[in-house]
């Protein structure tokens, strides 16, 4: 007797020229986070044609529900509905330099796949919970002067998607989170299937450096110069480098975005913004406090004053153990090959402020080459980039909610215990 996961997968499979037209689709339509306007109303037409109700969530954000025969449990889906700035790609937009370079269009192909396979087959009528639908914006850092506006205008009041969804309680009575990634295949890499383990925690701060200015030829001595004071700045965060801990996976990038306007004038104002990234938020924090304290100091060392103004951030991203291993089950089930545990990566993503309170998984696929971000980043499987992760999502999803939501509730109280004993 065929199962309800085998049904589901037997119309994705059909289907799967569908899927890929749709992937290519939504390549066609690269927006920038909290934009994403020509997307997000894609999506809310495909829903409504599935006779879905969706409402907007955090501007350009899409949500949906497929109701099961129980309530209980809540699984959520979610795909990423924005690209990044990439002019020089081969799909990139030519009025906006906008492109998706990092795959986000096989997030929403796998979502709306799902949602149609879960609706078309009555699956719901069989599974012992809910599917939270979830199409959300601003998963990429956003331009600082666009982030300014939209939370000067009132439309955000935080830096990406996910930290909004959290703000605004739209996570609320959410079990278990499930996403998906492109994965760049290479020599490492070759797999179809990949987890993500764990990644990297980020923090974006901007400091402003206050001089005063002066002839620099004539007078220089009258001035004070905020530029010398950012390069003192950046010549103590080089020399923290030595004491980053190999274990803590600390990353540290900087950029000088001012330092004057004329050569004849000694800088009064000078603007460093500096990124730091690391495994844990323990090490975060430290780090955090030794760059602001560093850039005090540096100012003060010079008769500068700094201002600090803190950027995007997101916190580490820990996938589920026991949610990990059903996806290992449903994707060495698909493919015959248990999919393998990617250790610890420097990437860094709002799926970490999810994962801090929820469950999550984030599922990697391959069929892509060019390194992510780049103009060379390109589809070489298209059954593996645009079907296979339909596949595998909806055959997890079956496999937590069926029979009494079994899989899921042990998730669910896997991830409390692991909490309460990471506070002891």
């Keep these: 007797m065929e199962t309800l ?52 969530a955090v501007v350009t954000g899409r949500i949906a529900t497929l109701r099961g025969r129980s309530h209980d449990v809540t699984v959520a889906l979610e795909g990423e509905l924005d690209a990044i700035y990439c002019p020089d790609h081969p799909m990139a937009n030519p009025e906006t330099g906008l492109a998706h370079a990092c795959g986000h269009n096989i997030q929403i192909t796998a979502l709306l796949a799902v949602a149609q396979a879960l609706k078309e087959t009555r699956a719901m009528a069989r599974l012992d ?25 009132g439309a955000i009041a935080l830096d990406s998607g996910k930290k909004e969804l959290i703000r605004l309680n739209l996570l609320e009575g959410i079990d278990v ?10 020599r490492d890499h070759p797999d179809a299937i990949m987890i993500n383990s764990s990644c990297n925690g980020l923090a974006e701060l901007h400091f402003t450096f206050h001089g005063q200015t002066a002839h620099s030829m004539v007078c220089p ?7 010398n004071a950012a390069v003192l700045a950046i010549n103590g965060i080089q020399a923290l480098r030595e004491s980053f801990d190999p274990q803590e996976y600390i990353r540290v990038s900087y950029n000088l975005t001012q330092g004057g306007v004329s050569l004849g004038n000694v800088p009064d104002l000078a603007q460093l913004e500096v ?37 995007v951030s997101y916190l580490p991203y820990e996938v589920d153990m026991a949610l990990l291993e059903q996806v290992q ?30 469950p999550s998984a984030q599922v990697v696929f391959g069929g892509f080459q060019g390194g992510l971000h780049s103009a060379q980043f390109h589809v070489t499987d ?6 296979l992760p339909a596949r595998t999502l909806a055959a997890v999803i079956v496999r ?18 692991t909490r309460r004993e990471g506070e002891q």
């Excluded at 540096?298 to 950027?311: Q, R, W």
């Design 329 to 358: 089950d449903c994707g060495e089930a698909l493919t015959g090959v248990r999919p393998r545990i990617r250790e610890h990566n420097f990437f860094s993503n709002d799926l970490g402020n999810v994962s801090q309170m929820i």
């Design 400 to 417: 937590l909610l069926e029979n009494g939501a079994g899989k899921a509730k042990a998730v669910k109280t896997h991830f409390a215990q």
């Design 275 to 311: 990124v730091i990234a690391a495994k844990t938020m323990g090490a975060l924090d430290r780090l955090r406090a030794q760059v602001e304290r560093i850039a005090r100091c540096s100012a003060e060392a010079l008769g500068c004053t700094v201002d600090s103004k803190p950027g």
């Design 221 to 227: 001595e009258r001035g004070v110069n905020a530029l």
């Design 382 to 387: 298209e059954e593996m980039a645009y079907v």
């Design 129 to 153: 919970g809910d599917v939270r639908l979830i199409a959300v914006p601003a998963e990429e850092c956003i331009p600082a002067p666009l982030l300014d506006m939209l939370q000067k205008n």
């Design 5 to 56: 996961a085998q049904q589901v997968d037997q119309y994705l499979c059909e289907n799967k020229a569908r899927w890929v037209q749709l992937g290519k689709t939504l390549q066609g339509m690269p927006e920038i986070g909290f934009c994403e306007h020509e997307t997000g109303a894609y999506v809310e037409r495909f829903f409504k044609e599935l006779g879905l109700e969706p409402s907007q």
């Design 177 to 186: 989170v499930l996403g998906c990634h492109a994965l760049v295949n290479d």
